[in-house]
């Protein structure tokens, strides 16, 4: 059974859509949950950053764990093509490494 | 802002050679950590490092591989004997803190030949 399960897309939205990204996980250690933007051959750069069940906002971005279902999700609000990218989430078990989803690949069209 | 730094951002090497990956992380982090992604595949952990010593590697951290801190900014990862699978992008990643979210770098793209 995988760890950290995100279906790989692709997604393709209008501009101005909301996008929802979600993954699904097995293990009840993780705590820490993170979601990371990456463009193509680059490194993953940070959106979000959370250790609690609920919502967590931050500008067009909102991220939603539920640890009792062992789901977490990333909303963006108004989607710009500049958004297009693959979209990671990760999770930490405490203060160990990460453990990442396969990523989606999400396309804004303009 | 402060950023991780990687270089090379893309190495070739013949198979069997020695390769050497070098990372600047960010200057006031504590801990520091390789990851592998193989083109078209998940992110994967290599090894934490922490107070000058590993504090946790994964099952693809073989022999063949190692990590130094040789001074004050630079943290480095060598492959000893280069293989075909091998080839990937290394990302290199720092956090303040164990339990805080870890910054990557640009990533090094190695490409054995």
């Known amino acids: 059974q995988k760890e950290v399960e995100q279906d790989p897309g692709p997604l393709s939205v209008p501009e101005g859509a909301i996008v929802s990204l979600n993954c699904t996980y097995s293990?009840?250690?993780?705590?820490?949950f993170m979601w990371y933007r990456q463009y193509s051959r680059k490194g993953p750069e940070l959106l979000m950053y959370?250790?609690?069940?609920g919502n967590k906002e931050d500008g067009r971005f909102t991220a939603q764990v539920d640890k009792s279902s062992k789901y977490i999700s990333l909303f963006i609000r108004d989607s710009q093509p500049s958004d297009s990218a693959t979209y990671l989430c990760?999770?930490?078990?405490?203060?160990?490494?990460?453990?990442f989803g396969t990523g989606t690949r999400l396309t804004v069209i303009p | 802002e402060p950023e991780v730094t990687q270089t090379p951002s893309h190495q070739v090497t013949q198979m069997g050679q020695e390769v050497i990956l070098r990372c600047v992380p960010i200057?006031?982090?504590?801990?520091f950590y390789w990851y592998r992604q193989i083109l078209g595949q998940k992110v994967e952990f290599l090894v934490s490092?922490?107070?000058?010593?590993?504090?946790?590697k994964s099952e693809i951290f073989d022999d063949q591989f190692s990590v130094e801190r040789p001074d004050g900014s630079n943290f480095t990862l060598k492959i000893r004997s280069t293989k075909l699978e091998d080839s990937a992008m290394y990302f290199c990643?720092?956090?303040?803190?164990?339990?805080?979210?870890?910054?990557f770098g640009q990533g090094t793209r190695l490409t054995v030949v």
């Open positions: 990643a720092s956090s303040d803190r164990a339990d805080t979210e870890a910054f």
């Open positions: 293990n009840s250690a993780f705590q820490y």
């Open positions: 959370t250790y609690s069940s």
């Open positions: 990760a999770m930490q078990p405490g203060a160990n490494n990460l453990f």
């Open positions: 200057s006031n982090h504590l801990y």
């Open positions: 490092f922490y107070n000058n010593e590993i504090s946790e």
